[in-house]
């Protein structure tokens, strides 16, 4: 009995030693630190340390270290290491009032894509990225803006298995029945983008879906009806009107309903063309994560140009900012317009800009935030 039990304990042990190497050979348990105003900026602070960390881990050699010092923003982009879970460690409140985190993380070797609890924290940590899917669509000679088969097989895609936060179909169909919403949203991404950040989305999947019969085929097959769909989808980030990937495809349909033929044909293309878009979306998301998202300011009462350097200065120098371009700037208006980019969340930027004192004499206050545009008043 005594042996059949220590058989049992060895055979256990046995096993739990090959568990722990194919968990170690799948992921890594890398720390991380990281500082940001609130306690989810310094969470995404130290989740993105613990990201570079674990890239550094799976380097071989001098050359491929030195490769990722020279290109680090645009190889964490693309790692396919991804926080799978974390523990945080401590989290304590600096004396200038940021929040000091650190955490152990696990990360995951296999592509973030195929790795769901991955996808999932790369979600959460972009405070949940929402996507709005517009699509004109023709079902056999039907262009009702009630037809939804395209977006309905999109947000499915979407939701399961990857669990997007996607906005309510129904915004849709009112905006189908604008013919000047449809056209901005075919033809002008700058227009679309504003359309899908007024509707609280970050990405805009829009697009043309349509079904014709196959008439030479559908002679032969006894009654059912053969139907063929084009579908060609664009992706459109709605902070920055840049269009992030288009996917076109093709699918067709057998069935003694000419609608239902083209219903199924046109969810079958628009399931493929999405499966397309998600890579690039995926990277699109990992690189904001990793380098900051673009927020555009709008600042009042920049009249002179010494102000307006004053105000380029101080922004330059706000910690979390890497990057500040001037789009526009005039003084009989006394408004300058900015791009941004920030490291961490819009919560997180205003609270540091906000009563920022300007070099000589004034201060910066927020007055108004709608999506990633933030309205900033300077006093002089």
Known sequence: MRIC??????????????????????????????????????????????????????????????????????????TIGAVKEYVILSENKVSDGTVEMKIRATISRVAM??????????????????VMVVVSEDNVGSEEPANQAAENAVISFLRTPYEFDCIDPSVAVQLKESKQKMAQLANDPAAAAAIGA?????????????????????????GMVSVQADVTLKA???????????????AAKVHISPNTAGTQAIAKASEKAT??????????????ANNGIPLNATVKGVATFSQKTSV???????????????????????????DVQYKGNMEGFCTRVDDKELEGAGKVSVTAVSGQQVTLNASF
Do not use: Y
């Open 113 to 130: 894509k195929e790795d769901l609890a991955a996808f999932k924290i790369l979600i959460e940590s972009m405070d949940k990225p929402r």
């Open 198 to 222: 007024q509707n609280g989305a970050e990405v805009l999947i829009t697009g043309i879906a349509i079904s014709r019969k196959a008439e030479n085929l559908s002679q032969n097959l006894g």
């Open 5 to 78: 039990v220590h058989m049992i304990i060895v055979i256990i042990s046995l096993l739990t030693l090959q568990l722990n190497a194919q968990d170690t050979l799948q992921n890594l348990t890398v720390e991380g630190s990281g500082i940001g105003v609130g306690h989810d900026e310094a969470l995404l602070a130290a989740k993105r340390d613990a990201i570079e960390k674990g890239i550094g881990m799976v380097l071989f050699s001098q050359t491929e270290t030195e490769n990722f010092m020279i290109k680090r923003d645009l190889i964490i982009s693309k």
């Open 236 to 250: 459109i980030n709605c902070a920055t009107g840049r269009i992030i990937s288009t996917a076109s495809e093709h």
């Open 312 to 338: 380029l200065k101080m922004l330059r120098a706000l910690s979390g900012v890497s990057a500040v371009r001037e789009r526009d700037w005039n003084a009989q208006s006394a408004m300058l317009i900015l």
């Open 275 to 288: 499966g397309k878009l998600l890579d690039l979306i995926i990277k699109d998301w990992q690189n904001q």
